[in-house]
């Protein structure tokens, strides 16, 4: 089992930043690519960025030169980020993570999986 704990939401001033972290729960876990998406209410869940293990990114074209998504691996801990700046009120919602990837059971037998965050609710208001 692998979990994703997200961390780094709030409330923000428009205009402001903010940086969302996303943390596997398992050592070992190797991300093949990983997003975030948001939801707002009652709207769909919709994608927000993505990246993949070499490194090319893909966002939405409404955060596009606002957002940065970047991932690191220290002491063999996957971690995602989402940079925010200049945020808008429009960009009030929960953001959850996902992420593909595997890891080695105690039989040294892979285990691929897809796991999500349980959401990190981010409020752009004055």
């Known amino acids: 089992q692998v979990q994703l704990v997200e961390s780094g939401g709030g409330l923000v001033q428009p205009g402001g930043s903010l940086r969302l972290s996303c943390q596997a729960s398992r050592i070992g876990f190797s991300i093949n690519a990983a997003a975030w998406y948001r939801q707002a209410p009652g709207k769909e869940r919709e994608l927000v960025a993505d990246i993949k293990r070499n490194g090319i990114t893909t966002y939405a074209d409404s955060v596009k030169g606002r957002f940065t998504i970047s991932r690191d691996n220290a002491n063999n801990q996957e971690t995602v980020y989402l940079q925010m700046n200049s945020l808008r009120p429009e960009d009030t919602a929960v953001y959850y993570c996902?992420?593909?990837?595997?890891?080695?059971?105690?039989?040294?037998?892979?285990?691929?999986?897809?796991?999500w965050g349980q959401g990190t609710q981010v409020t752009v208001s004055s």
């Open positions: 996902s992420a593909d990837g595997h890891y080695y059971n105690d039989r040294e037998e892979p285990v691929v999986l897809r796991t």
